[in-house]
């Protein structure tokens, strides 16, 4: 009992420091100003106590930051060979020993608080802002809502399928982002369609569902790193689930354009037939390319429902549909235990892991 009673006294006091010591660290802490040089050229100035993130955002050098800056995705790192004080533990699971030993740092929890110097990567200099407006939007789920975003500054945008943007969440305290997968294709380069599921209590899914036609959206990307293999003869995988299937949408759409005979599976998973979106849409490719075979599967088919389809999990049709030895190349989309079950089917049909991209969420 006092052994419980000292633990919790214990752990009291340290919840309450940590509240002080960020507090300080907020209200108190005066860094004064701090010089910013990025990829060896002229240093700019900014006032100390700022994530590296933000300041890099307000110079606009836009880092993907997928999580948003919560530390969750391990997609902002940066070189920070000078000034980046000690690694969080926060930093810890994202970062290798060799990233450890080069200065690699997740820019979300870097704070600036003395002279930096930072090296990002060049391609990441290309990203810019793009604002649109609302063109269309509807539910193509319950839950699930299409926007399509006309491009009004930039007018244009040039993309990779696959790749995502980063939307802008307005009215809020500190910069705001969230990752959208585009999942129309490369050739539309005045408008991007998104597919955006309603997280409840959500700070960027709200804000995509509540959008009307005409309101202004901001975004910055594109965002991603898979590069579809050019190769004519080699079969795609795609397996989604959820919304998963955005990034999906525009590879599939971009084959139809470019190689429409060329050998593609597409594998998505919903949970009930309500979630089954664009299945009248694949049924259509599927007729005009030859080379597209798709399969939908249900995880909870509701009983009665008129379903005609394969029911379970999307990894168990990936298993039943492909045979092992073929060249293939393979991008997962979707939540973690998704892209876990089917990375060990892929692994045991033969496909090497740097031939499979796949994006969690
Ligand atoms: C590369 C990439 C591409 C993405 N593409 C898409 C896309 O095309 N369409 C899309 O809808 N989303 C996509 N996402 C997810 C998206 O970025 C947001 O994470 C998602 O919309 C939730 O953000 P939010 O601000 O609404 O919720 P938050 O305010 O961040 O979270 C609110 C609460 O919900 C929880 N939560 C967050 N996400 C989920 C979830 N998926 N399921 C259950 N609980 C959750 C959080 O833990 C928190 O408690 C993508 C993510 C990545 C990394
Ligand atoms: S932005 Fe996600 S970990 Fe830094």
Redesign the pocket.
Same mark, same amino acid.
């Given at each position: 009992m006092i052994y419980l009673q000292a633990v919790a006294v214990l752990g009291v006091t340290s919840g309450v420091l940590t509240i002080l010591l960020l507090l300080a660290d907020r209200f108190i802490a005066n860094y004064g100003p701090c010089r910013v040089r990025v990829n060896e050229e002229d240093p700019f100035v900014v006032e100390g106590g700022g994530k590296l993130l933000e300041v890099l955002y307000q110079r606009r050098i836009f880092i993907p930051s $997928? /999580?948003?800056g919560?530390g969750t /995705?391990g &997609?902002c790192k940066v070189t920070v060979p000078k000034g980046g004080g000690p690694v969080l533990p926060t930093e810890l699971p994202y970062l290798s020993r060799d990233e450890l030993a080069s200065g690699v740092r997740l820019a979300c929890q870097v704070k600036v608080r003395e002279d930096v110097e930072v090296r990002v990567r060049p391609d990441y200099l290309n990203i810019r802002e793009y604002t649109a407006r609302v063109q269309a939007a509807r539910l193509v789920t319950p839950d699930?809502r299409e926007l399509i975003l006309k491009l009004t500054q930039p007018s244009s945008i040039e993309f990779r399928p696959g790749q @995502?943007v980063q939307v802008n %969440?307005p009215g809020r305290p500190e910069p705001t982002f !969230?990752?959208?997968?585009i999942?129309s294709p490369p050739s539309a380069r005045q408008a991007i369609e998104?597919? %955006? !599921?309603?997280?409840?209590?959500? %700070?960027?899914?709200?804000y995509l569902h509540r959008v009307r036609v005409n309101d202004t959206v901001t975004f910055t990307g594109p @965002?991603?790193e898979f590069v579809l293999d050019q190769d004519p003869g080699c079969e795609l995988v795609c397996v989604g689930g959820? /919304?998963?299937l $955005? *990034?999906m949408r525009s590879i599939i759409r971009h084959i139809r354009e470019t190689a429409p005979a060329r050998p593609c599976r597409l594998f998505f998973g919903a949970r009930t037939k309500d979630d089954a979106m664009y299945l009248d849409e694949f049924r259509q490719l599927a007729r005009e390319m030859t080379g597209l075979q798709v399969h939908y599967a249900l995880s909870e088919p509701k009983r009665g429902s008129d379903w005609p389809g394969e029911t379970g999990f999307i990894h168990e049709s990936v298993a039943r549909h492909l045979d092992a030895g073929v060249e293939r190349q393979a991008f997962l /989309?979707g *939540?973690p235990p998704m892209i876990e079950a089917t990375l060990q089917v892929l692994d045991d049909k033969g496909v090497s892991r740097d031939r499979i991209f796949f994006?969690? &969420?």
């Open positions: $997928a /999580c948003g919560q /995705c &997609f699930t @995502y %969440v !969230r990752a959208y997968s999942s998104l597919l %955006v !599921r309603l997280i409840p209590g959500g %700070v960027g899914s709200a @965002y991603g959820g /919304c998963g $955005a *990034p /989309c *939540p994006d969690e &969420f």
